[in-house]
Each structure stands twice: as C-alpha cells, then as structure tokens.
C-alpha cells in the first residue's frame, strides 16, 4: 500500500516515502457448516461450504523506490507512488520511465503533468481490470506530484488518484496556504490527526515549520506508521528505508536521504577482521 508524505511549508517542499513493496496472495477453501431450520428447529450440517478468501503474504521486499524524478520537466518534479506495485506485469518505477519518455514534453505546469499522469496509468489501470467494478473510493494506484512551475516561487502539490472516479486533488494551492498531504496508508496518522474534545491535542503550524521541521515531520509520520505495524496484528504496509527529498523554487531537488543499491557490504569493502 505505502504511505507518502509532503509538505508544503514557507521555505518549499518536502516529499517523503517509506520502501516497503508487498506481495499478497488469497487462500480461498471449503468447510462444514452447521445451520438449523427456522421452522422446524432441525439441525443439519451443509458439506463443502465454500469459505471467504484470506488474504496472505506471498512475498515483499523492503527496497522499492517509490519516489520518482521527472527530469525531462523544467524545473524538475518529485513523484511518490502508493497502492499497486506492479501493472500489466511490470513494476510502477517502469512504467513511470515509459511515461517521463513518451508523455512528457518538458514545458508542462504541474497541474498538466498530474493531469497526463492520471490519464497514462488509469488507461494501463483499465486493461488490468474492470475499473466499473471497484469499490467506491478504492485507489488501486495513486501519487503525489510535488513541484513548482516555472517563475514560480510558490510550490505545488497534487494528489492522483485512479479507480472507477479518476481525479486530479489540488492541496494547499491557495497562496500563502500551508500544510501536509498523505497518500496511501493514513490510517495512523489520521489517528494521530483526529480531533478529540477530551484530549486536545495541537496540530502543527505548518506555517511556521522551516525545511528542517517539514523534514522531521515527515519522517514523523512515517516512522510512527512503521513503528506501529510492527506490533498491530495485520500485514505491514509500510517499512523499511524512507526516502527524503526537499523542493525550492532556487535549488530544485535536493535529496535529504536516498536508500542505494549495495553488495554485501554496505560499504562496499569488507569489513577489517
């Protein structure tokens, strides 16, 4: 599933996410079932009652990337993917190098890419299955454009959301509006945020935050989120390394922290003996 990050604070931007990718596989079975008639109160039992399907793990892995650059877009753009990890048998880091290739022209605004974003992968989405049939509300594949368009100094986040109503969520757009999106996974920090009038807790400023705070903030979230489905009774949705990137409209993309490809040793020497 995944959960992403962003943030939109006075000094720019900040994308995060976690790096978990899991795989999960359904055990469907039959069994007994033992009813009793509601006129004569006899009681019998049915043989080979089909069961409902259990949702396993079948495999994972703790080293996806789940946040992309658009380079070929001036200034460039942060992308982070959350729900399905793999369409049509490709992951969705492939994908997205096919659409950076083939869709993006280079002049576009943020709202255009999201736009040409949503369109690309719910057309993928769609030869996949019958987006008609999906629960309301059901995101199969979603993302967070964060960037800024060009002479701009204000930054710009859009949630992609695909499924049986495609949409295009603009976040904290207005100017001088500041505040934190999350994609995926928000169970917790919904939790975190829900308000209780028997136990005030304070929001953040986000007004307030400098990029240092965003970027705490977001690792925050993440870690909170990881820490806590360590111990829930449920198949995890997020672990692993969490990737960090700030976005200003004079620098550009900075990464703060990025998991790297490495042989056994982390290093890459071995260790002295």
Not at 32 to 59: H, N, T, Y
Not at 253 to 271: A, C, F, P, R, T
């Amino acid at each position: 599933m995944t959960l992403s990050v962003s943030l939109k604070v006075p000094d720019g931007l900040v994308l995060a996410s976690e790096s978990l990718q899991t795989l999960e596989g359904t055990i469907t079975g039959k069994g007994e079932l033992g009813v009793k008639c509601p006129k004569c109160q006899e009681e019998f039992k049915i043989s080979d009652m089909p069961l409902p399907p259990i949702r396993i793990p079948s495999g994972s892995s703790p080293t996806a990337n789940k946040i992309y650059v658009i380079t070929k877009r001036e200034p460039s753009l942060g992308v982070a993917a959350y729900g399905a990890a793999f369409l049509q048998g490709q992951t969705v880091e492939s994908h997205m190098r096919s659409f950076e290739e083939q869709k993006v022209v280079g002049k576009e605004t943020v709202q255009e890419i999201s736009q040409k974003l949503l369109d690309y992968f719910q057309a993928i989405l769609t030869k996949e299955v019958d987006v008609t049939k999906l629960p309301d509300g059901a995101v199969p594949i979603g993302f967070q454009v964060v960037g800024f368009d060009h002479n701009e100094t204000e930054g710009k986040i859009n949630l992609v959301e695909t499924g049986k109503t495609p949409k295009v969520a603009p976040q904290n757009q207005e100017k001088g509006r500041f505040g934190c999106t999350v994609g995926g996974d928000g169970r917790v920090v919904q939790k975190l945020w829900k308000e209780d009038p028997n136990i005030a807790i304070a929001r953040p400023s986000y007004g307030f935050m400098t990029l240092q705070d965003a970027v705490d903030y977001a690792i925050f979230l993440i870690r909170t989120t990881i820490g806590y489905q360590t111990f829930a009774t449920m198949i995890p949705t997020c672990g692993g390394e969490i990737d960090v990137m700030t976005l200003t409209y004079n620098k550009g993309i900075e990464w703060v922290q990025k998991k790297k490809i490495h042989g056994e040793y982390l290093n890459g020497e071995e260790s002295e003996r």
